[in-house]
T-cell receptor, first 119, second 106 residues
Framework: NAGVTQTPKFQVLKTGQSMTLQCAQD?????MYWYRQDPGMGLRLIYY???????DKGEVPNGYNVSRLNKREFSLRLESAAPSQTSVYFC??????????????????FGPGTRLTVL | TQLLEQSPQFLSIQEGENLTVYCNSS?????LQWYRQEPGEGPVLLVT?????EVKKLKRLTFQFGDARKDSSLHITAAQPGDTGLYLC??????FGAGTRLTVKP
């Protein structure tokens, strides 16, 4: 099993350009997540998908859109990149059993990250 | 908003020393997780604590969840260079602390 894979690993954009970050998991997990990580700020949740067909905003959704293409894939799109979006982006997935109380106690698996620079 | 504050932000110690890092909040969490992240990689889950006062051990790592479920600590005994990394706590709706960056020198 590859676990959680992300492409690309590195990307440089100019302000105003658009791009899509791809994420796929082969663990048959229900829930998938996109985070950004900035120095001194930890990981911040951008968007998540609790199950196939649903997406919800996280802590910092502005400037981003997501698509849960199928159970395996969850993409993050920047329509008009800004320097403030320079960051390392992580995708994650978890099995997320249906019992709500257990939703955040199971293991979350992270991808290797995409380092994005917006000039 | 549930905020998680981690301390210290940076910690540099010699191999063989003991250390404790902290994760504190003013809010109550139903569960709290600790992750370790190495450079260029994503975080990896170390432990989940659920019950107030709970203590879990993972080899030389001891995790404790506060009685009021507002804070947690991670204690490492006889630290090794392989323990070097960024230690993150997370709780609630996947809200993460900023992390403690640990360096263990040989």
């Amino acid at each position: 099993n590859a676990g959680v894979t992300q492409t690309p690993k590195f990307q440089v954009l100019k302000t105003g350009q658009s791009m899509t970050l791809q994420c796929a998991q082969d663990m048959n997990h229900n829930s998938m997540y996109w985070y950004r990580q900035d120095p001194g700020m930890g990981l911040r949740l951008i968007y998540y998908s609790a199950s196939e067909g649903t997406t919800d905003k996280g802590e910092v959704p502005n400037g981003y859109n997501v698509s849960r293409l199928n159970k395996r894939e969850f993409s993050l799109r920047l329509e008009s990149a800004a320097p403030s979006q320079t960051s390392v982006y992580f995708c994650a997935s978890r099995e997320a059993p249906s019992i709500p109380a257990a939703l955040f106690t199971d293991t979350q698996y992270f991808g290797p990250g995409t380092r994005l620079t917006v000039l | 908003t549930q905020l998680l504050e981690q301390s210290p932000q940076f910690l540099s110690i010699q191999e063989g020393e003991n250390l404790t890092v902290y994760c504190n909040s003013s809010s109550v969490f139903s569960s709290l997780q600790w992750y370790r992240q190495e450079p260029g990689e994503g975080p990896v889950l170390l432990v989940t604590v659920v019950t107030g006062g709970e203590v879990k051990k993972l080899k030389r790592l001891t995790f404790q969840f506060g009685d009021a479920r507002k804070d947690s600590s991670l204690h490492i005994t006889a630290a090794q260079p392989g323990d070097t990394g960024l230690y993150l706590c997370a709780g609630g709706s996947m809200r993460f602390g900023a992390g403690t960056r640990l360096t263990v020198k040989p």
